[in-house]
């Protein structure tokens, strides 16, 4: 039975869900030096306004995950849901012609969903976010809306015949098709994209702790190789390891009980330096949003040292300038076939080149962050080609509701 065969929500222009101030804007507040006790401050001042108590109990949910407090920030997004799965992105600067963004949403952390308000609050859209609750149906009512965008990063196998089936469903134009989440799986990933002439993406196990600790190698990972645990992002407990020895130094000092091995794929360039890009499709358009420098294999652009160093910005920079002459075009023909296996509307990857000259694909997702938070003063070139992104993700949605009359921002 579909699952819209139960109830089909009515769409009504009268929905006001609570206003939430949303991952993006307190992101930014954090990254420009505030602390958990001035962004506390801020919701605080927000919803002493609104008196909502769910949509406050969901902003602090993101401002706790921002303080690295998980377990917190997730009980108070539990405790939010409980009473609404519907809110609304404030914001001050979108006109009543604002094209009307629809969110669905699953549970979880920063990492869950894509986080579309780094996006949307640079243009003129409203944006709702509805979250799909396991075991609930959806509201009998929800907001009329010109697109719906499919959120979720990552869905237990339940979540995603339910996605699938709303997505076939849906009464307006939707983005972000959900069948194709399970190649995007850290372990599923490379057999995905295995057979693209000129790319390469590393293989990948999951491997019990059991297994690793009784030394059976069933898996056809070799020395040295990378493990991190089921869940992990951002580097958090990656390490490269070795031989057995360091394998079983890394579980010593490690809980976890699941694990994620990776071929080691050396990806210096002739300087010696590491380089990563991190390439958002839009409509199939390749964008480069950021590329960091480092001598560390394991590059993240925190920790790479890009606000400290002039000429890694000036290389990240020039990047930018020459990616749809250099980089794109080298590389166009896997990323034409790399669509084709995806399949998303909007979705992005972590990569590098190989020293052979293959596209290296690290990671592909939808729950990536795509931003123009770092400074001006020191990253003006981000600001003309962030602008090409929004401006590209303004026109995939208007792409999708050409029926609706509604303003853009200037540009």
Same mark, same amino acid.
């Given at each position: 039975m579909h699952v819209l065969d139960d109830y089909r929500p009515e769409l009504s222009v009268s929905v006001n869900p609570p206003a939430v101030l949303g991952t993006g804007t307190l992101t930014d507040f954090a990254y420009?030096?505030?602390?958990?006790?001035?962004?506390?401050?801020r919701i605080a001042d927000h919803h002493d306004v609104r008196s909502n108590e769910a949509a406050r109990l969901y902003d602090m949910s993101v401002a706790c995950q921002l303080a690295f407090r998980r377990a917190e920030g997730l009980e108070n997004l539990n405790a939010a849901l409980e009473s609404c799965n519907l809110f609304r992105v404030a914001r001050d600067n979108a006109s009543s012609g604002a094209l009307r963004l629809l969110a669905l949403v699953a549970p979880g952390d920063l990492m869950t969903n894509t986080p579309l308000d780094f996006l949307t609050n640079h243009l003129n859209v409203r944006l709702d976010l509805l979250y799909l609750l396991p075991g609930k149906p959806l509201p009998a009512v929800i907001p009329d809306h010109d697109v719906a965008f499919f959120a979720a990063g990552e869905a237990t196998p339940e979540t995603l015949s339910r996605l699938c089936g709303l997505f076939a469903a849906w009464p307006r134009p939707a983005l972000n098709d959900p069948r194709f989440l399970p190649a995007m799986q850290r372990d599923t990933l490379s057999r995905s994209l295995s057979g693209i002439p000129l790319l390469r993406s590393p293989p990948t196990v999951a491997v019990a702790r059991s297994a690793l600790e009784a030394g059976t190698k069933s898996w056809d990972i070799s020395y040295p190789c990378l493990i991190r645990p089921h869940g992990s992002h951002a580097g958090s407990g990656l390490a490269r390891v070795e031989n057995q020895g360091q394998l079983r130094?890394?579980?010593?000092?490690?809980?976890?009980?699941?694990?994620?091995?990776?071929?080691?794929?050396?990806?210096?360039?002739?300087?010696? $330096?590491?380089?990563?890009?991190?390439?958002?499709?839009?409509? *199939?358009?390749?964008?480069?949003?950021? #590329? &960091?420098?480092?001598?560390?294999?394991?590059?993240?652009? $925190?920790?790479?040292?890009?606000?400290?160093?002039?000429?890694? *910005?000036?290389?990240?920079?020039?990047? #930018? &300038?020459?990616?749809?002459?250099?980089?794109?075009?080298r590389h166009a023909a896997a990323f034409s076939a790399l669509h084709k296996r995806m399949g998303f509307d909007f979705y992005s990857i972590d990569c590098s080149e190989t020293r052979d000259g293959r596209l290296l694909v690290f990671e592909a997702d939808t729950a990536a962050i795509i931003h123009l938070m770092d400074p001006p003063d020191l990253f003006p070139y981000k600001q003309p080609q962030m602008r090409r992104v929004f401006d590209a993700f303004d026109d995939l949605l208007r792409s999708r509701a050409p029926d609706r009359e509604a303003r853009r921002f200037d540009r």
């Open positions: 420009q030096g505030n602390g958990f006790h001035q962004i506390r401050r130094d890394y579980l010593r000092l490690s809980s976890e009980q699941s694990f994620y091995l990776t071929e080691f794929e050396d990806y210096r360039g002739p300087d010696g $330096l590491y380089r990563k890009y991190r390439v958002a499709f839009i409509d *199939r358009r390749p964008f480069l949003c950021h #590329m &960091a420098v480092s001598q560390h294999w394991m590059v993240h652009y $925190l920790n790479a040292g890009m606000t400290e160093s002039a000429a890694k *910005r000036d290389q990240e920079a020039a990047a #930018m &300038a020459e990616f749809d002459t250099g980089f794109a075009r």
